[in-house]
């Protein structure tokens, strides 16, 4: 079952607006994992936070988690076309094992 | 590194016949495998777990007997789809992780389409 809830659903801007997106989970966490599935294609790994990090960069991204309101958030800055793209969060739980939980994920269309 | 290969990227097969999808760590061994099933603008369901030598563990409300998955090696999993119903069209992705601190490698995804 999906654990995780993210919001926006959809989120549409124009190129170098930053994009934020959001993510809830339920349960106690290893770790936390963004990807991005562009239409058709299979998932790719952006970054992983562990459950005793707060905020983690990459490049253009900067994710946080909240393990106190069990909450995730990606930020991606200066967005381009490229961006275009479904974000989905993940997590890898103390009693998955190595399952991912995958959230909703969040549309991403960013406007040339 | 860490490349999962997944084929065939789509098949089209009629209803009643069986359909097998390959997913293939080319770079690294992996004892377990994942597949999941993704409706159109749905997130990842997780179907199954494979396991290396011996049987899959299926989530609740998996028919095991539909499904059929093989990891007859530290490179290969198998997912069968048997006696395919327009149904079970639906996009199926693998994966596996080499090391879990790096997170999780996708195959590139099935589109099975059911006619």
């Known amino acids: 079952s999906q654990q995780g809830e993210e919001d926006p659903q959809a989120l549409s801007i124009q190129e170098g607006e930053n994009a934020t997106m959001n993510c809830s989970y339920k349960t106690s966490i290893n770790n936390l994992q963004w990807y991005r599935q562009n239409s058709g294609r299979g998932l790719v790994h952006l970054i992983l936070?562990?459950?005793?990090?707060r905020e983690k960069h990459s490049g253009r991204l900067r994710v946080t988690l909240d393990t106190s309101k069990k909450s995730s958030s990606l930020l991606i800055t200066a967005s381009r076309a490229a961006d275009t793209a479904s974000y989905f969060c993940?997590?890898?739980?103390?009693?998955?094992?190595?399952?991912?939980?995958f959230g909703e994920g969040t549309q991403l269309t960013v406007n040339p | 590194g860490a490349v999962v290969s997944q084929h065939p990227s789509w098949v089209i097969c009629k209803s009643g016949t069986s359909v097998k999808i390959e997913c293939r760590s080319l770079?690294?061994?992996?004892?377990?495998m994942f597949w999941y099933r993704q409706f159109p603008k749905q997130s990842l369901m997780l179907m199954a777990t494979?396991?290396?030598?011996?049987?899959?563990?299926?989530e609740q409300g998996v028919e095991k007997d539909k499904f059929l998955i093989n990891h007859a090696s530290l490179t290969l999993s198998t997912l069968t789809v048997t006696s395919a119903h327009p149904e079970d069209s639906s996009f199926y992705i693998c994966s596996a992780s080499w090391n879990r601190v790096d997170g999780y490698t996708f195959g590139s995804g099935t589109r099975l389409t059911v006619v």
């Open positions: 993940a997590t890898d739980g103390p009693t998955s094992g190595s399952r991912l939980t």
């Open positions: 770079d690294f061994q992996a004892t377990t």
């Open positions: 494979s396991n290396e030598g011996s049987k899959a563990t299926y």
């Open positions: 936070i562990r459950s005793n990090e």
